[in-house]
């Protein structure tokens, strides 16, 4: 079960390039956790593209934006640069899912995530949270909404 609002997001370090790695904790504004189950899948080509189109809108809050899915750091390379996404992709695979397991959205069945949004403010509190089904593009407008009460 994905963790729920009020709860402190744990932290994290996950690889965002095949040599550079990314904390929860280096940020100071609010975050925004985007779960997707795997790169190249048409439903989270659109969803993180959809995000990357909003990006001004979550940076003008001083929110931001980070992809984590099961795949590895070369395969997130490769897509982002196909694909423009705008915000770092990170890879949450050795060991395969342990963030996405913290945040209670492994799915053990098929060694992915769920589709799943956290915004998570300077405080480290989850203020909230989106456990969309993995067929279904969830939009941004749900999390911009979240981070824009936080001002």
Known sequence: ????????APDFALLATPDQK???????????LIFYPADWSPVCSDELSVFSAASRMFHARNAQLLGISVDGPWCHEAFKEQRNVAFPLLA??????????????YRA???TSERALFVIDAHRNIVWSEVSPVGINPGADGALRAVEALS
């Open 22 to 32: 990314v904390a929860l904790s280096e940020f100071n504004g609010p975050v925004v």
């Open 1 to 8: 079960m994905a963790l729920e609002t009020g709860v402190v």
């Open 109 to 111: 069945d098929d060694d």
């Open 92 to 105: 949450d695979h050795n060991p395969k899912g342990a963030v996405a397991k913290a945040y209670g959205v």
